[in-house]
């Protein structure tokens, strides 16, 4: 066993645990408990004298005892240097001991000894504070969106940091700002938009795109191959170079602030990957099919509605879902198009409520919840239509 | 039999992409190139809207005489820039009245008063009296006078169409002192975007890729950001680096890691001192950065995992019992066999970053040094209204854009010779 070996061991150890650490009592503060203090050398001097102990016992103790032990250990010795917190914060602080040393427990004198075990360990590590670096990284602005609407202004600036939600306040207390939004700031009118819009671009792409998706990947005429890099390359055209032209042109046909010029631009905007994605699935059925279908009797029709589409349900839930989200999530021409509050979509309804007069943040962020909470429910419901859809779309974004 | 065949098929085809086509073709083929004639036109946001000739109609009723009234039409042209030729005018009256005197360019026939009023100039107004008296010895109704609503037509230029062009937007935006700013901005929030989000994409997807508890929901939660809307999340990224009230300034200063509030959205620079040296940050574009990284680098993770989870296993296998260590093995094994997605990645994603606008719109609204090309568009053609101007930075952008597929079909045909 190198020496050198052990030293980065317990040295690279000690600094995960502390940062493991360092993100419950991020965590912590962030309930309006006060903390303000990472006591970062007593804490990473215990921790390398832990490591230690965990290295000298090996497996000389059960396994399960010693890390109780250890966890029990670093959970008394930090309850000692922080003053004045309640319990349920010591107990986040065993757990996390007790998950860190149950994955070094095996560690011994013998695993230092192999090759390069101090980068594996190091791998290790940084793969499970990554996980939880990354998921804290990811899920807090949407922690934060959610309890920000639960709030009122005075509670939100007597401290930024409590973002405890109480719930002994009663229900209609809690959700106050969404009655609000709904009622005073007609989120329920721009809801409905929204959802109109998304269904509308949905059932009005499909109807184009199904027919010329399986004329693409069926039919034989001139122009296919041309056709067909073209769709890749009109999808890569970005919407910010058509805003002035398209802008124009509504504006003198008077198609602005109307739904259905937003219709249109969403329909067209959307087509081409539509096309692109369900040609590369109606390739993959086999022809004999539909050969056993014309020699039915059946005309071009028929067979799109009663061989290609049934089969190709997968597909299609995976293209409608992606143009729903497409279509939902559009800020750019909502923004460009629609001026007239009757006509806004959720979007451009809650970037109106951000540039207007001063908004009290918690119904700016109960309107995000309300566009963020559908999408996100769809995404987790149908994720594997979605995700094949956002794989195969995922050239724009 | 089979020509025939061939030419049903043909027509059938045709049939079914029609549509498409046609829609694809107005909203978005035709927009690009319209930008080009716009971008050689000197027109303005107010130009855009037609001018109309308009009338406001006011009934009065003339003192000691029961039996007259009074009509006057304010008459004005909406437009302050042009003019409308050939102006018509149409109202309707009621059957017991007539005109008691009509100047030569108005006729009253059956109830129709009809105004021929010749070209008006640009801001023109003008006060149109008719005296009119009633025939048979009914009361006159003002009411049903003003139900009536007098109907103008008028011709008029649409700057739009003219043939009048001219090169100056070009000029204007090449010889701006602040466009070599603008492009090395934008190639700075493009490029680094585009790595960062490469870089912590596999980072996630190395991690992911082993077997651990909970793995399918971090995998969901991972994507939350690509797929949640963007006003939602750049507004709750505002709050959060807020520098008064924001949660990170006030985490920051409570843990004493820095002393006051960071305007991390509202300061251009911030100067930080490494080594004895002075650097320069771009603090404002910085966050905007990492807001980019942070939306989208789950799209580089779903592709990267896709990617991993078909490495075959015996390659890392054999590595062991070559003894190599964990780089090693991500330097020799993981990483070429991940590099070609890689390098699709960085093109779509260049291309695609390089178009951003909504990000930064919300975020700063291209102000503090984050002004891009796609800002700079919407500011040129909405802020200060010159929607020439704003066309021909779109036409910047397509010239860019263009080089981009040409270097990104390349290197995919490139690719497609090799497999």
């Known amino acids: 066993m190198k020496i050198k070996n052990v030293l980065t061991y317990c040295f690279i150890s000690s600094l995960f645990l502390f940062s493991l650490i360092c993100i419950w009592k991020i965590l912590v503060t962030l309930q309006g408990i006060e903390l303000s203090n990472f006591n970062f050398n007593k804490l990473f001097i215990f921790g390398i004298i832990l490591c230690a102990i965990n290295l000298l016992i090996g497996k000389k103790l059960n396994l399960n005892i010693k890390v109780i032990i250890l966890a029990l250990l670093l959970s008394i010795f930090d309850y000692f240097i922080s003053i004045n917190l309640p319990i349920w914060y010591s107990l986040g602080i065993f757990l996390i001991a007790l998950f860190f040393f149950n994955n070094i427990k095996n560690y011994d004198k013998n695993f230092l000894s192999k090759n390069h075990s101090s980068q594996k360990l190091f791998f290790n590590y940084l793969t499970l504070f990554g996980i939880t670096l990354f998921s804290f990284v990811i899920l807090f602005p949407f922690y934060m969106m959610l309890v920000t609407s639960f709030k009122t202004q005075a509670l939100l600036l007597l401290n930024p940091l409590d973002f405890s939600i109480n719930f002994a306040q009663g229900l209609p207390e809690l959700f106050k700002s969404y009655f609000i939004v709904f009622k005073d700031y007609n989120f329920g009118r721009y809801m409905l938009t929204s959802t109109i819009v998304s269904l509308g671009t949905v059932i009005i792409t499909l109807i184009f795109a199904i027919p010329a998706a399986y004329a693409v990947a069926r039919l034989n005429f001139f122009g296919k191959n041309f056709l067909s890099t073209s769709i890749l390359i009109i999808y890569l055209f970005p919407a910010i170079v058509l805003v002035i032209p398209l802008y124009t042109i509504f504006s003198q046909l008077g198609l602005r602030n109307s739904i259905e010029g937003l219709l249109i631009v969403y329909t067209a905007t959307t087509l081409p990957v539509a096309i692109y994605m369900l040609q590369g699935y109606f390739k993959s059925i086999p022809k004999e099919l539909e050969e056993a279908g014309i020699i039915d009797g059946q005309n071009w029709l028929g067979i799109i509605f009663k061989i290609i589409l049934p089969l190709s349900l997968p597909a299609i839930s995976s293209v409608a879902l992606y143009v729903f989200m497409i279509a939902w999530n559009e800020f750019l021409f909502s923004l460009m198009f629609l001026d007239r509050p009757n006509t806004f979509t959720l979007s451009r309804a809650i970037q109106f409520l951000n540039v207007g007069a001063e908004t009290p943040r918690q119904y700016l962020m109960a309107g995000s919840v309300v566009v963020t909470l559908p999408i996100l429910i769809i995404f987790v419901y149908f994720e594997k239509y979605l995700v094949s859809g956002l794989t195969a779309g995922s050239v724009k974004g | ?419």
């Open chain 2, 1 to 419: 039999m089979s020509t025939k065949l061939a030419k049903i098929e043909k027509r059938t085809a045709y049939l079914l992409i029609l549509p498409s086509v046609l829609l694809v073709f107005s909203i978005i083929l035709f927009p690009i190139f319209s930008n080009i004639w716009i971008s050689f036109k000197n027109v303005e946001l107010k130009d855009l809207r037609i001018p109309e000739p308009r009338a406001k109609k006011l009934v009065k009723s003339i003192n000691d005489n029961p039996n007259q009234i009074k009509v006057i039409y304010k008459l004005r042209n909406s437009s302050l820039t042009q003019e409308i030729t050939n102006v018509k005018f149409k109202d309707k009256y009621p059957d017991n009245i007539e005109p008691i005197s009509l100047n030569n360019k108005c006729q009253f026939k059956s109830n129709l008063l009809k105004c021929e009023l010749g070209n008006w100039p640009k801001k023109y107004r003008e006060n149109l009296e008719i005296v009119f008296q009633n025939t048979n010895n009914q009361e006159i109704s003002k009411k049903e006078i003003k139900s009536y609503k007098p109907k103008l037509s008028g011709k008029s230029q649409n700057i739009l169409l003219t043939y009048e062009f001219t090169l100056n937007n070009f000029k204007k935006v090449i010889k701006d002192k602040a466009f070599i700013d603008l492009l090395s901005t934008t190639f700075y929030y493009t490029f680094f975007g585009t790595i960062g989000a490469i870089v912590f994409g596999i980072l996630a997807a190395q991690m992911v890729n082993q077997k651990f508890f909970g793995r399918t929901f971090i995998r969901s939660v991972l994507l939350f950001p690509y797929v949640a809307p963007v006003v939602a999340l750049a507004y709750t990224w505002e709050l959060l680096l807020d520098p008064t009230s924001g949660t990170l300034n006030n985490l920051l200063i409570n843990y004493q890691i820095i002393d006051g509030p960071i305007n991390l959205l509202g300061q251009k620079y911030v100067t930080l001192n490494i080594l004895g040296f002075d650097f320069k940050l771009r603090l404002a574009l910085t966050t905007v950065i990492i807001f980019e990284i942070w939306r989208y680098f789950p799209l580089a993770f779903l592709f990267i995992l896709a990617r991993l989870q078909a490495v075959p296993k015996e390659l890392y296998e054999a590595a062991d019992v070559d003894g190599a260590n964990p780089i090693q093995k991500f330097l020799n094994i993981t990483l070429p066999q991940i590099l070609a997605v890689i390098s699709i990645l960085f093109m779509i994603r260049f291309i695609w970053n390089f178009n951003k606008f909504e990000d930064i719109f919300l975020l700063t609204g291209g102000a503090s040094g984050t002004r891009t090309l796609p800002i700079n568009v919407y500011q040129q053609g909405f802020s200060i209204g010159d929607i020439g101007m704003g066309s021909a930075v779109s036409i910047v952008i397509v010239v860019f854009l263009l080089i981009f597929m040409f270097i990104y079909f390349k290197l995919l045909g490139k690719r497609a010779d090799e497999n």
